[in-house]
């Protein structure tokens, strides 16, 4: 395994803009700070390659902060046949955990058998699936009896539509934090001689010679704006991507179809073990996961069209009674609108497919696009084939012959913070074990010991640290990706913002003004984030 060839600390906000205003030509712009925009821009700056990436909010902001906390081949897609894809993210989630530890690791499913073929017909499906992981599988899945099913899921529902709980199948996949591992990959980008800089909008695409050759963005926090110079641009931006299409040309046609996918949040008793639970047909013929996170419980996902795209997409009460609704039924415990601590929201983008109208049909495989003045696009995809993504599209860079050649280094590279011993203070899956080798650096700020969300583990350490080390500018920025209490909690993280806010600005220089402001913009976001009764 090979490693960054440094720990760098990002600079200073004023001194990545002087980086950015300058005549410099950089080899890769890369448009788009979630999982795929921040997987191209490690892949080029691992191969050499001067790299910028910019995101016109923060990093995983979308998105890639709203996923179900799973790295996965998908055994939706083993049901429908496609193999291949299959194959694939069972390898990239292999070679994730192998080079992020610190913010991968392991978790079992237990999917339930309430009638008699169940057993056998899942039995063989999942043994396929870890035999399609081959030497990287996590763990050989296994047949349970009722007993062992209810020792591992201990709140299943004994009964089901008349039907007796049988037994079931016990098998491994991975889980992760996604905004975890978003801020790891800008802190390899750093590591590796690249740039990252959050709120950063891209405002045009600039072209010479019929060419792309930069773009124009302003600085949202100041409202300075730049031109860049670039020898490649990556249009990354996920659901997003024609918008940024529509830049070069206002009549490209559309080719996301977005899909919104809800989740809620739920209290640790509702699923006390360390084993998830997996109901692979729902009524409508979706996939309900309950998954332990961060001592809490998870629950869903929906999936259903969207036509709209809000950076803070809501979710409807049809979502989230179906998602109540379901789960209660396979649940020895009912869950109600009053035990939700939080209730989210996020658009997938998925490639367009004609003839097709229900989304849960259309592929998460990613499409590459080259358009006639150069402007590279990329969307589908999922998290765990982050890496494969950005691979593919560096290659393609180079098949169009825009860069010298430069194999890619990412299948054997450990992101920033692997490689340190575990800590038994930070068990995996933990928050603070999501540092990994900066964990001593964390616990030796002010402050570690003044917990501001007991419910996220969120301290005043955490805070300064974001600060200085993970480039957060706002409360949101904390409460919401660099530490995950918006998405446990919601009312937990509205009472700690004016501490946060404090903190952030003691870090970064802000007076009380600012304070008052990056509050009651937290609040109006967090309103989304609760359920009303």
Same mark, same amino acid.
């Given at each position: 395994?090979?490693?960054?060839?440094?720990?760098?600390?990002?600079?200073?906000?004023?001194?990545?803009?002087?980086?950015?205003?300058?005549?410099?030509?950089?080899?890769?712009?890369? +448009?788009?700070?979630?999982?795929?925009?921040?997987?191209?821009?490690?892949?080029?700056?691992? $191969?050499?390659?001067?790299? &910028?990436? +910019?995101?016109?909010?923060?990093?995983?902001?979308?998105?890639?902060?709203?996923?179900?906390?799973?790295?996965?081949?998908?055994?939706?897609?083993?049901?429908?046949?496609? +193999?291949? &894809?299959? $194959?694939?993210?069972?390898?990239?989630?292999?070679?994730?955990?192998?080079?992020?530890?610190?913010?991968?690791?392991?978790?079992?499913?237990?999917?339930?058998?309430?009638?008699?073929?169940?057993?056998?017909?899942?039995?063989?499906?999942?043994?396929?699936?870890?035999?399609?992981?081959?030497?990287?599988?996590?763990?050989?899945? $296994?047949?349970?009896?009722?007993?062992?099913?209810? =020792?591992?899921?201990?709140?299943?529902?004994?009964?089901?539509?008349?039907?007796?709980?049988?037994?079931?199948?016990?098998?491994?996949?991975?889980?992760?934090?996604?905004?975890?591992?978003?801020?790891?990959?800008?802190?390899?980008?750093?590591?590796?001689?690249?740039?990252?800089?959050?709120?950063?909008?891209?405002? @045009?695409?600039?072209?010479?010679?019929?060419?792309?050759? @930069?773009?124009?963005?302003?600085?949202?926090?100041?409202?300075?704006?730049?031109?860049?110079?670039?020898?490649?641009?990556?249009?990354?931006?996920?659901?997003?991507?024609?918008?940024?299409?529509?830049?070069?040309?206002?009549?490209?046609?559309? +080719?996301?179809?977005?899909?919104?996918?809800?989740?809620?949040?739920?209290?640790?008793?509702?699923?006390?073990?360390?084993?998830?639970?997996?109901?692979?047909?729902?009524?409508?013929?979706?996939?309900?996961?309950?998954?332990?996170?961060?001592?809490?419980?998870?629950?869903?996902?929906?999936?259903?069209?969207?036509?709209?795209?809000?950076?803070?997409?809501?979710?409807?009460?049809?979502?989230?009674?179906?998602?109540?609704?379901?789960?209660?039924?396979?649940?020895? *415990?009912?869950?109600? *609108?009053?035990?939700?601590?939080?209730?989210?929201?996020?658009?997938?983008?998925?490639?367009? =497919?004609?003839?097709?109208?229900?989304?849960?049909?259309?592929?998460?495989?990613?499409?590459?696009?080259?358009?006639?003045?150069?402007?590279?696009?990329?969307?589908?995809?999922?998290?765990?084939?982050?890496?494969?993504?950005?691979?593919?599209?560096?290659?393609?860079?180079?098949?169009?012959?825009?860069?010298?050649?430069?194999?890619? *280094?990412?299948?054997?590279?450990?992101?920033?913070?692997?490689?340190?011993?575990?800590?038994?203070?930070?068990?995996?899956?933990?928050?603070?074990?999501?540092?990994?080798?900066?964990?001593?650096?964390?616990?030796?700020?002010?402050?570690?010991?003044?917990?501001?969300?007991?419910?996220?583990? &969120?301290?005043?350490?955490?805070?300064?640290?974001?600060?200085?080390?993970?480039?957060?500018?706002?409360?949101?920025?904390?409460?919401?990706?660099?530490?995950?209490?918006?998405?446990?909690?919601?009312?937990?993280?509205?009472?700690?913002?004016?501490?946060?806010?404090?903190?952030?600005?003691?870090?970064?220089?802000?007076?009380?003004?600012?304070?008052?402001?990056?509050?009651?913009?937290?609040?109006?976001?967090? $309103?989304?984030?609760?359920?009303?009764?």
């Amino acid at each position: 395994m090979t490693t960054a060839t440094k720990s760098t600390t990002p600079p200073a906000r004023d001194r990545l803009l002087a980086q950015l205003d300058t005549a410099q030509t950089w080899d890769v712009v890369v +448009i788009g700070g979630g999982a795929t925009g921040l997987g191209t821009a490690v892949d080029a700056a691992a $191969r050499g390659y001067r790299t &910028l990436l +910019i995101e016109a909010a923060d990093f995983a902001k979308g998105t890639s902060s709203r996923a179900t906390k799973l790295v996965h081949g998908g055994v939706r897609y083993l049901a429908q046949g496609n +193999i291949s &894809l299959v $194959r694939e993210a069972l390898h990239e989630r292999g070679l994730l955990g192998r080079n992020a530890p610190h913010v991968v690791w392991p978790l079992g499913f237990v999917v339930p058998a309430y009638n008699l073929l169940d057993q056998p017909f899942y039995g063989i499906g999942l043994k396929m699936y870890d035999m399609l992981a081959g030497r990287l599988n996590l763990a050989p899945s $296994r047949s349970l009896s009722r007993a062992q099913a209810l =020792a591992d899921a201990p709140t299943l529902a004994p009964e089901v539509g008349g039907h007796r709980l049988r037994g079931g199948i016990l098998y491994y996949d991975g889980q992760f934090d996604d905004a975890r591992l978003a801020v790891t990959l800008a802190r390899t980008l750093f590591d590796l001689g690249g740039v990252a800089v959050n709120y950063m909008a891209v405002t @045009g695409l600039n072209q010479s010679n019929g060419r792309i050759d @930069g773009v124009t963005a302003r600085d949202v926090l100041s409202g300075t704006s730049f031109v860049l110079r670039a020898r490649c641009v990556v249009n990354a931006t996920g659901v997003w991507v024609d918008e940024v299409r529509r830049m070069e040309d206002r009549a490209a046609r559309p +080719i996301v179809a977005p899909s919104q996918g809800v989740h809620l949040t739920l209290p640790r008793d509702f699923l006390p073990g360390d084993k998830a639970i997996l109901i692979p047909k729902t009524d409508d013929g979706r996939v309900l996961f309950v998954v332990p996170w961060n001592g809490h419980t998870i629950v869903g996902t929906t999936d259903g069209p969207r036509a709209d795209l809000p950076l803070e997409p809501d979710a409807s009460r049809e979502d989230v009674d179906f998602i109540l609704r379901t789960a209660g039924r396979y649940l020895s *415990r009912k869950p109600s *609108r009053s035990d939700v601590t939080s209730v989210w929201a996020g658009l997938r983008p998925l490639v367009k =497919a004609a003839g097709e109208g229900a989304t849960k049909t259309l592929s998460r495989e990613h499409t590459i696009l080259v358009s006639n003045a150069g402007l590279v696009t990329v969307t589908g995809g999922k998290w765990t084939t982050y890496r494969r993504m950005a691979q593919d599209v560096m290659d393609t860079i180079l098949r169009e012959h825009r860069l010298p050649h430069a194999p890619c *280094r990412t299948e054997s590279l450990a992101l920033h913070g692997a490689g340190a011993a575990p800590d038994p203070r930070a068990p995996a899956g933990t928050p603070d074990a999501y540092y990994g080798s900066d964990l001593p650096a964390l616990r030796a700020l002010p402050g570690a010991e003044n917990m501001l969300v007991p419910a996220s583990g &969120l301290s005043e350490a955490h805070v300064r640290f974001a600060a200085r080390y993970e480039l957060a500018r706002t409360a949101e920025d904390v409460l919401a990706r660099r530490n995950r209490a918006l998405f446990l909690d919601s009312a937990a993280a509205v009472r700690a913002a004016p501490a946060v806010a404090r903190i952030l600005a003691e870090e970064l220089g802000h007076d009380g003004a600012w304070q008052r402001q990056t509050v009651s913009d937290f609040e109006r976001t967090a $309103r989304q984030y609760r359920l009303d009764d």
